[in-house]
């Protein structure tokens, strides 16, 4: 059978039909889908950012120091009120240079042969009338500090000269006893020790001499008896 042959312009167009109908059968390509975890990634990558820093010139933290003006707490120094009165007298003796200043005092009284430079050495009057249980307490400190001031210049005639001495310390008492009230005529307790030492230089040498009694009141020692006391 002899196909009909056909005119070139037909088959030019069935050939384009053919294409056209092929391209509008054809997917246009996709895109790349976002990941699955894409959104977390966004949003570590947020939170991944710096704070904000703050404002420089903002005011800072309001402190209890600046509410309060920032005064220094007041502290305890040269210029603190002494400490009160212990009522029963029960207080550590002290051993300071306060001690020696008082101790030399009563040396420069001997060789000077003047009892008033060893004053601060001895028991004040005013302690002594309430804490002891005599009759007259007064009487009886007039009569000790009478004594103390004769002891002064007896202790001055023990040399024939006192030229260059110098004194050294006080120390060497024995071990301090605390006498409790009731005992030695006494209303209120104090620390008692016997024969301490004023030592001293003079020619060269080395030399002490013995102090009989002394007492403490509020802390501090004083003398008593200088030397062994005769009722």
Not at 28 to 47: E, K
Not at 85 to 110: H, M, T, W
């Amino acid at each position: 059978m002899t196909i009909p042959s056909l005119p070139a312009s037909r088959v030019a167009c069935g050939l384009l039909v053919l294409a056209l109908s092929a391209c509008g059968k054809s997917t246009p390509p996709s895109r790349d889908p976002l990941p699955a975890d894409g959104a977390a990634s966004a949003v570590n990558t947020a939170s991944a950012a710096p704070a904000p820093v703050p404002d420089a010139a903002a005011p800072a933290a309001t402190t209890d120091a600046a509410v309060d003006g920032g005064a220094p707490a007041p502290t305890a120094g040269a210029d603190a009120p002494p400490a009160p009165l212990v009522a029963d007298n029960k207080v550590d003796p002290s051993q300071g240079p306060e001690l020696q200043e008082r101790a030399r005092g009563l040396f420069e009284a001997i060789v000077a042969d003047d009892p008033a430079r060893a004053e601060a050495f001895w028991f004040p009057r005013e302690p002594f009338i309430p804490l002891k249980d005599v009759k007259d307490p007064g009487k009886y400190w007039n009569q000790l500090h009478k004594t103390y001031g004769s002891d002064v210049h007896a202790l001055h005639k023990k040399r024939k000269s006192w030229e260059g001495a110098t004194f050294v310390k006080f120390d060497g008492w024995t071990r301090s006893k605390w006498v409790p009230p009731g005992d030695e005529a006494n209303k209120i307790g104090y620390h008692r020790a016997f024969h301490g030492k004023l030592h001293y230089k003079v020619g060269g040498e080395d030399a002490e001499m013995d102090v009989q009694t002394i007492i403490t009141w509020q802390g501090r020692w004083y003398v008593t008896h200088l030397r062994k006391f005769k009722h």
